[in-house]
């Protein structure tokens, strides 16, 4: 099993919709949770922290669940601007990135 | 001001050869990161320097060696660089909170 894993997608959705991705980890002592979003040949860019509690930035969404070892990124009305590849990222000694999912938002 | 750059943003050269990629930050931040982000898009850890101190080294080949002459730069040097070398070179800066702020990037092409 992979440490972190993703649907790497393509999600290809309208305007306007809710999508929502999910990522799942194997190490349960893992430490602290991201999400990014990576646009086509430039860098990651931190998009927000996962908190325990679940917390809200915006139209993003993000909520982390121990018991099963996975977290969610939801993204509400969403906009062409949105288009781009979300990186999952856990810590646990050293960070690790999920390969990805691609998301395609269209007018 | 850029918070953490990169030099060169692209390389091109030939197998066996030595190069090197510079990274700089000013954002005061501790802990500075290489990454490789190779064809399939995967980004994976390298190398992570905390107060100029080594703290983690992925299992990467020796070939590989980064140096960090201040809190401010972190470089990479790469010996005798072969085809499976090529990719995309991430350095990145965090801080206590692990939130990582990354350079634009190096695209190394070995030929």
């Known amino acids: 099993r992979k440490e972190v894993e993703q649907d790497p997608g393509p999600f290809n959705v309208p305007e306007g919709a809710t999508v929502a991705f999910n990522c799942t980890y194997s190490?349960?002592?893992?430490?602290?949770f991201f999400w990014y979003r990576q646009d086509c040949r430039k860098e990651p860019k931190l998009l927000m922290s996962v908190y325990s509690s679940g917390n809200e930035d915006g139209r993003f969404t993000a909520q982390l669940n121990r018991a099963s070892q996975y977290i969610s990124l939801l993204i509400r009305d969403s906009k062409l601007s949105d288009s781009a590849t979300y990186l999952c990222?856990?810590?646990?000694?050293?960070?690790?990135f999920g390969a990805g999912t691609r998301l395609t938002v269209k007018p | 001001d850029t918070a953490v750059s990169q030099t060169p943003k692209y390389l091109v050269t030939q197998m066996g050869n030595d190069k090197s990629i510079k990274c700089e930050q000013n954002l005061g931040h501790d802990t500075m990161y290489w990454y490789k982000q190779d064809s399939k898009k995967f980004l994976k850890i390298m190398f992570s320097y905390n107060n100029k101190e080594l703290i983690i080294n992925e299992t990467v080949p020796n070939r590989f060696s980064p140096k960090s002459p201040d809190k401010a730069h972190l470089n990479l040097h790469i010996n005798s660089l072969e085809l499976g070398d090529s990719a995309v070179y991430f350095c990145?800066?965090?801080?206590?909170?692990?939130?990582?702020?990354f350079g634009p990037g190096t695209r190394l092409t070995v030929t």
């Open positions: 990222v856990v810590l646990y000694n050293d960070m690790r």
């Open positions: 190490n349960s002592a893992s430490q602290s």
């Open positions: 990145a800066v965090s801080d206590a909170s692990y939130e990582q702020y």
